[in-house]
């Protein structure tokens, strides 16, 4: 059984960076892509970054592109998502999923197992 925990959310400011991590158990895990999800309050939940199973491939989206880096550590089962200069509605709670696959999809569907989130809020 594959069991993901989100850690690092918080509380803080605009302009202020902040890394969250999550901590994967189960075999395989270098086998599968992984991403970092986030909803937020009366919004669907949306795919914001992803990285390959080999971390050799990177996609983020439009909203973060350029202030988000995700990154793995296989040897250790681990994905982070180191956050710089956020915004306000950067604030939501940020999920952590494995993909069915090596390769990054964009969409919920293509991912199997999910964490419980962290929340991140950003204030003004």
């Known amino acids: 059984q594959v069991q993901l925990v989100e850690s690092g959310g918080g509380l803080v400011q605009a302009g202020d960076s902040l890394k969250v991590s999550c901590a994967a158990s189960g075999r395989i895990f270098s086998s599968y892509s992984m991403a970092w999800f986030r909803q937020a309050p009366g919004k669907e939940r949306e795919f914001a970054a992803g990285?390959?199973?080999?971390?050799?491939?990177?996609y983020y989206a439009d909203s973060v592109k350029g202030r988000f880096t995700i990154s793995r550590d296989n040897a250790k089962n681990m994905v982070y998502l180191q956050m710089n200069s956020l915004k306000p509605e950067d604030t939501a709670v940020y999920y952590c999923?494995?993909?069915?696959?090596?390769?990054?999809?964009?969409?919920?569907?293509?991912?199997?197992?999910w964490g419980q989130g962290t929340q991140v809020t950003v204030s003004s």
């Open positions: 990285i390959s199973a080999s971390g050799g491939r990177t």
């Open positions: 999923a494995r993909g069915r696959a090596r390769t990054v999809a964009g969409s919920l569907s293509e991912y199997e197992y």
